[in-house]
């Protein structure tokens, strides 16, 4: 090959490169959940490890902080102490943080004895892990956050472990 060959081949690497590296990002991008989906994940029959039902009806009219995460997954349990201190810091403001976890019931029970957090966690299983791919994970990984706001319309999410100063400001813009 010349030279001029090899310079269009590296140019069109180099562009498919960019094409991409943006084109990744885009994709990867969670979706915000529709109305469907939030009125599915809140008229889901969800119960704590314990197996007593979650009233989720107390959940409505709420700024409500979702939280899909395992045991297993380390930025999950890396976040929630965050998490734990924002439910303390706005809780006289109508601000509800709900873990949904993606585990056994046994595994979260453990987890919790040693972890306690200061908002309720209820178990996800295959169902939950459906819920969250409904609520925008499209990736179906986790941790994966979503907020919806207090008229039950999805305000934000997050792919991926989220910062307490990240979540604080969303929490303040839709107070």
Known sequence: MNRRQW???????????LAGVFSSHWINQPQ???????EHFLGHDWQDPDGKPANSANWQGKLLVVNFWA????PCVEEMPALSRLQT???????LFVG?????????????????VAYPIVIGGIDGSNISKE??????????????NSQGKAVS????KISEDELRSIIKANL
């Open 7 to 17: 310079l269009t081949i590296i140019a069109i690497g180099f562009f498919a490169l």
């Open 32 to 38: 915000l959940a529709s109305e469907v989906a939030i």
């Open 71 to 74: 045991s297993w997954c380390p």
């Open 89 to 95: 810091e706005f809780k006289q403001q109508n601000v």
């Open 100 to 116: 949904i976890g993606i585990d056994s019931p046994s595994n979260i029970r453990e987890f919790l004895k040693k972890t306690p």
């Open 135 to 148: 609520m925008g994970n499209t990736q179906g990984a986790l941790p994966f956050t979503v907020v919806i």
């Open 157 to 160: 999410s997050k792919l991926g």
